[in-house]
């Protein structure tokens, strides 16, 4: 098993990073040809998707987060309540499989990180490749 770890900043919500590449590139590095490439967002206030990143699908991402977890709702938590429901109802994570060096992505899917808080962040995610 090999673990590596992508880091990044997020300018607030709701921003959409695409992780696809980096972790394309890091299954790469391991020399790994089959198996399995886990994708984990340490953050209580970060989800990881899979996705087309077609400017109208975000816009309706960010309006069925909306929907899920109102910006505006009326919340015990201070702050960012929102975003932390977000996050409880879509994972911080995904496995994808490997196959012959390359992750398995579905045609126009992309795997994609939506950052859910308020404020800007620091961000990272674990990759972890498991396979020969």
């Not at 012959?100 to 992505?105: E, N, Q």
Request: hydrophobic content about 40%; charged content about 20%; some cysteine.
């Amino acid at each position: 098993m090999i673990t590596q770890t992508l880091t990044f900043s997020t300018k607030g919500e709701i921003e959409f990073v695409d992780l696809s590449e980096n972790v394309q590139e890091a299954v790469t590095r391991s020399n790994v040809k089959n198996g399995l490439v886990h994708v984990f967002a340490p953050h209580a206030t970060g989800i990881i998707i899979l996705t087309e990143l077609e400017p109208g699908l975000i816009e309706d991402v960010k309006s069925l987060l909306e929907q899920i977890a109102p910006s505006h709702g009326r919340y015990h938590h201070p702050s960012n309540a929102y975003a932390h429901l977000r996050s409880v109802l879509l994972p911080p994570e995904r496995t994808l499989p490997l196959i012959d060096g390359c992750v398995a992505f579905g045609t126009w899917q992309s795997l994609v990180f939506v950052e859910t808080d308020v404020h800007p962040r620091q961000r990272k995610v674990i990759v972890q490749i498991l396979g020969e």
